[in-house]
């Protein structure tokens, strides 16, 4: 039998509780070695194990949320930042080129 989803409104649960102690925090604890790949492990009911490993692909790029809102696949955000090359004077480009090599 399946749960019965229930939405709530955003903006209503949008705020902080004051329970939270976030004062110790660190911003980005595992973001390294999540970039640098994962291990997850499915338990089945029928006692049975599958383990995967789940590795960033080279080249990939993860986008705060505010900029996800308006891109909302890697083919927007590829055109956007084609456009923004060619705004980029020939010159500079070639110097970024060598630097690479």
Excluded: C, W
């Excluded at 902080?16 to 973001?31: I, L, P, Q, T, V």
């Excluded at 383990?51 to 696949?73: W, Y």
Aim: hydrophobic share 35%; net charge positive; glycine share 4%.
């Amino acid at each position: 039998m399946k749960r019965a989803v229930t939405r709530t409104n955003k903006k209503a649960n949008d705020e902080m509780r004051a329970e939270y102690d976030f004062s110790r925090g660190e911003r980005g604890k595992h973001h390294r070695a999540m970039q640098s790949g994962y291990t997850v492990t499915i338990r089945r009911a029928d006692g049975t194990t599958t383990i995967k490993e789940v590795k960033t692909p080279k080249g990939a790029v993860v986008l705060a949320p505010d900029v996800q809102e308006f891109f909302p696949d890697a083919e927007a955000v590829n055109t956007t930042l084609r456009s923004l090359i060619r705004l980029v004077p020939n010159k500079r480009r070639v110097n970024l080129k060598k630097q690479k090599a």
